[in-house]
């Protein structure tokens, strides 16, 4: 099973401490989250999966941390400036504002189950384009609207890999095919965003440009979308809440040939089964277009430069044919928050206990899991136990994450465990005094197994590879 719907992640988060919302002693602010003590850690476990994936256990690709403000220009010849725009609408009655491409995911404000522009008394402006990028401004500036100050918070990390492209390549000696990968920061002035953190105006992105020969793209932009299938069942997400969307000519990006979105099934609850997937991810083939256009030499039909603000020519030679060209790119582009997300709803379930009360389970990968091992102690009166399971925690600890719980009965402290996740429960008992083992109970199964404290470590470790 998997979770009924985004609502049942968004209150269990809440409740255990992966995702709370931002500014909450505020008031909050609209689709903004924090990461609490939970989530921080399975973000990051997500994130180091795909960079040892991509960096650690292949051959052909390089990491990058580029910086979230660039040079104005740099968003002026990746095109975002012209065309990073969403059709925007105002309903002149609610005064809300609507993006039209999406008007049928969303109910009108003042009449649930009609989409806004449905009813009588709604009354929808032209639509107008508006751009997406966060505007500031850079240095001791005597106006906000200077211009000779303006900068963006980047809204895809994507080009600061390609104005990248000949520092890595130079330095790197790199031959094509390879890679760049890179994780951070990206920013967006949604007009709808929303569904937790499916859509923010702030969030992270995993991206990696690979580069290769113009004749290799299509067949290699296919290998990425298999591969990332792959990589994503690794996470634990099954294959049955995936589905892969042929973007067509009409939703293409500026720069793209193809693009190919792996969707996940995020709306469970809906009836209509073409609404129950969104976009997780984009794999898409964006030709030779960023090279090209923050390089000084490519020129137009009429012979002026495409460029004339470059100082840099981003072409590869290549040393075996003597031909000089622009590399095509392939683009797997996936969001950190969005992959959570998707982690979490695949990794959710519900199973009865004896009593007949219903308990979550949050079958994470071990991999992925917040805390790898909680050590209990059945009676936190007595000295010997807590002072053992204390030691036993420090003990695992600089190898595997573990926490120790003492703060409720041993049913309660399992419960809350297997909520957050947590593969094993190590128990400390009284018997452990005596014979020097422990009861080590499966988050999955709520089998036991007594183990002896030598040989526990070990024990784990085999355990948490699975
Ligand atoms: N460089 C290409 C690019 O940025 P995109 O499809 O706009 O492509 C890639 O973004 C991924 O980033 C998306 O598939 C999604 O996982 C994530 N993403 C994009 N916008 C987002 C938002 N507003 N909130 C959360 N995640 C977002």
Redo the contacts with the bound molecule.
């Keep these: 099973m998997s979770a009924p719907n985004i609502e049942t992640i968004v209150s269990l988060s809440k409740r255990r401490g992966f995702v709370f919302p931002a500014s909450d002693v505020y008031g909050g602010l609209g689709s903004s989250w924090d990461y609490g003590q939970l989530g921080v850690e399975l973000a990051n476990n997500i994130k180091r999966s795909w960079w040892n994936w991509l960096v650690y256990e292949r051959d052909d690709i390089e990491g990058l941390d580029s910086s979230i403000i660039q040079n104005r220009l740099v968003w002026k010849y990746s095109g975002h400036e012209q065309t990073f725009h969403d059709p925007l609408v105002d309903c002149r009655t609610c005064k809300n504002r609507f993006r039209l491409d999406k008007l049928v995911d969303v109910d009108c404000p003042n009449h649930a189950g009609v989409h806004p522009g449905e009813d009588k008394e709604c009354s929808l402006t032209e639509a107008r384009a508006f751009n997406l990028m966060f505007r500031t401004t850079v240095g001791a500036v005597s106006s906000d609207e200077d211009e000779n100050a303006l900068a963006y918070l980047r809204p ?3 080009q600061g890999i390609f104005i990248n492209f000949k520092n890595v390549l130079d330095t790197s000696r790199r031959k094509l095919p390879f890679g760049i990968a890179q994780i951070g920061k ?1 920013f ?1 002035n ?1 007009v709808t ?1 929303g569904n937790f ?5 702030e ?1 992270e ?1 995993m ?1 990696m440009e690979y580069f290769v020969r113009p004749e290799d793209a299509q067949r290699i932009h296919q290998e990425w979308i298999d591969g990332f299938q792959t990589w994503l069942q690794s996470l634990g997400i099954s294959a049955a809440n995936m589905s892969l969307y042929e973007q067509t000519a009409e939703e293409l990006a500026h720069y793209a040939e193809r693009t190919v ?1 792996i969707m996940y099934r995020f709306f469970p609850e809906r009836e209509d089964e073409t609404k129950q997937w969104d ?4 794999i ?1 083939n964006r030709t030779d277009y960023d090279l090209r256009v923050h390089s000084k030499k490519p020129e137009d039909a009429e012979g002026k430069r495409i460029n004339p603000d470059s100082t840099e020519d981003l072409s590869y030679f290549d040393p075996q044919t003597n031909e000089r060209f622009y590399p095509y790119v392939i ?1 797997p ?3 950190v ?2 992959t959570l997300l998707a982690v979490m709803m695949d990794a959710y379930t519900e199973k009865t206990n004896d009593k007949g009360e219903v308990r979550v389970i949050l079958k994470l990968k071990p991999e992925l899991a917040p805390i790898k091992v909680a050590v209990l102690p059945l009676a936190k009166n007595n000295d010997g136990i807590v002072s053992l399971a204390k030691k036993l925690k420090h003990d695992l600890q600089p190898s595997m994450r573990t926490v120790y719980d003492d703060t409720g009965g041993i049913g309660k402290l399992y419960a809350r465990q297997d909520e957050i996740g947590t593969p094993f429960c190590v128990t400390v008992d009284h018997e452990s005094l005596e014979d020097n083992a422990v009861t080590i109970r499966d988050r999955d199964t709520w089998e036991q197994e007594r183990v002896g404290i030598e040989d526990i470590r070990e024990y784990l470790q085999k355990r948490l590879m699975k």
């Design positions: 895809e990390t994507a990206a967006r949604e965003p953190i499916f859509r923010t105006r969030f992105q991206e979105d976009e997780l991810m984009g898409a683009e582009a996936i969001g928050n969005r």
